[in-house]
């Protein structure tokens, strides 16, 4: 992996970090007495979620297992943030709860990611 790619791939997990944590912090905030804590594991898991999607996306002929891999990460990162927030907002979950529940849904769509064509060579556009 070109350094490029690899700073590209960093500073792009930190704002998803970031952006996710903070945002989950504000929506659950009113909600749960722990939104902090929540914030910080969804900040987390989109982190560690965008940092692989940009290294696959960025790296030159990527074999279908890691793009496969990086789709399943991102499939449950995504789940896990509306798991989890949906769980507070719509739910009333707790904090516990609501963990759970972005778990499960976090690992359904890492597993219909994973089970969709993501891993497929990438078609041109054609204009």
Known sequence: MAAR???LA???GLLAFFAFGTATSAITGPLVEYELL???????????ATTAAVSVS???DVPPGRRRAAGTVTGFG???FVGLVGGVV???FGPIQSTGAGFLLGLLGGYGVSRSD???EPQPIEE
């Open 38 to 48: 929540l914030g910080l594991l969804t900040g987390a898991v989109a982190g560690l």
């Open 10 to 12: 960093l500073v792009s």
């Open 90 to 92: 719509v739910g009333h």
């Open 58 to 60: 960025l790296a030159p």
């Open 78 to 80: 995504a789940g896990f």
């Open 118 to 120: 993501f891993a497929d």
């Open 5 to 7: 790619t690899a700073g």
